[in-house]
């Protein structure tokens, strides 16, 4: 097993580690959508809504357009899950509002227990796809206790790119190794490995809402895995 | 007076105002220092070395050499201020551990408890012409509720330029005028406002030492002024 003794922050993958999106983005569609008298299944719908992450900040990665802040990309999406759902009833006001939808999302029930446990030992950072504003709006509501927030907008693209990955290093003074990638993402762990920084699998299988399945990773990959935040303050002795 | 209730978040300058550098600095060169038979005046000691701190950045703000972090300056003031009290018994690895002693300054007995009735109705940003790894480490350490730290390095050059000031209103997603710069320095506080930034000044007597005469300024200049981040809170009403 790798020695972990050095590590010294945490960079915590936002959307589906840390806060549940699904459950929160389909709160927030039924709390709009339902009193205008739409019954959609909101689990489905917050999916679709989500089918649009990869290729929206594809079009970014790839520089086929500048970069713009995931709020931004969360209401453009948004336009094509109402479509899709044959949803027509809202103002352009009201899709503005719903977009936010993203920065009310709750934490995971063992996120800010285990969060609290690890901040006494290690420096806890958000390494998020979102921007400063979404994150920290978030974190201001569920409590969440970043130490720092770095977002995309600090480097202006989006994961997998390796300068949001270089960007943990650079800002906190560590070298890759000192630094423990946190995700219930491989893809994202992954290309964090490729940068040099170690790696953390959390089980998040309700992330699409409960009871979809979702493949686990293999025995043995990555430098550890737990199925919960306070799991992951367990096995780092926090 | 200045309508404040559109105040969303506040911008703190972080030496001075939030953490006492005169203090911690003298403190952490005695300890460093004083076994080595020096017996300075620990408070003119700490106060030559920051006489480098407008100089050093200087240099970066007029193009005249690349953005270094707050780090490798302070790393670079000390050189200074050793040689000009005859300081020579020091190793190159000392005087790094010493450089860092920026990243162990105490905050004023009123600053976190302040900070935490802040904190309840406010985003509370460090802007800082330090970079984010100083900043982090300090706010570990002394314990600053922190939600995001914007530091110098996100924009590579160092206050007053516009660019620090202009950081805070993009990353925050907010107006200008929702935000309040707060600071005990009135070059910081004037470059805010003409930025559209809101301003609070906090009177630190005490920050070039126990004594030191500070020039207050004029009453009504500024939106509020304040003895303390407690009474900042009050006038506020957080």
């Not at 998020?128 to 720092?148: C, E, F, Q, T």
Request: aromatic share 8%; hydrophobic share 45%.
């Amino acid at each position: 097993m790798t020695d972990l003794s050095g590590i010294r922050a945490l960079t915590f993958d936002v959307f589906g580690t840390t806060v549940d999106w699904c459950g929160g983005v389909a709160r927030e569609a039924a709390a709009m959508l339902g009193p205008k008298g739409h019954a959609l299944d909101w689990v489905a719908f917050a999916n679709r809504w989500r089918r649009e992450y990869q290729p929206a900040m594809e079009a970014v990665r790839s520089g086929k357009r500048d970069y713009v802040v995931m709020d931004v990309l969360h209401r453009e999406m948004l336009d094509m899950a109402l479509d899709e759902f044959g949803v027509k009833d809202v103002s352009n006001a009201e899709k503005d509002e719903l977009a936010l939808a993203w920065r009310r999302l709750d934490p995971w029930p063992d996120t800010v227990v285990g969060m609290e446990r690890l901040k006494r030992k290690y420096t806890l950072a958000a390494l998020s796809n979102g921007n400063i504003a979404l994150i920290v709006a978030m974190a201001k509501r569920g409590k969440l206790p970043w130490d720092v927030v770095l977002g995309a907008d600090l480097v202006r693209t989006y994961k997998p790119m390796p300068a949001l990955y270089d960007s943990a290093p650079l800002l906190l003074d560590l070298k890759p190794e000192q630094i423990m990638m946190v995700a219930c993402h491989a893809w994202d762990l992954d290309h964090a490995a490729k940068r040099g920084l170690r790696t953390a699998y959390v089980r998040r299988p309700d992330e699409y809402g409960p009871g979809a399945a979702l493949k686990a990773p293999a025995e043995g990959a990555y430098d550890l895995q737990a199925g919960s935040f306070v799991e992951l303050a367990d096995r780092l002795g926090a």
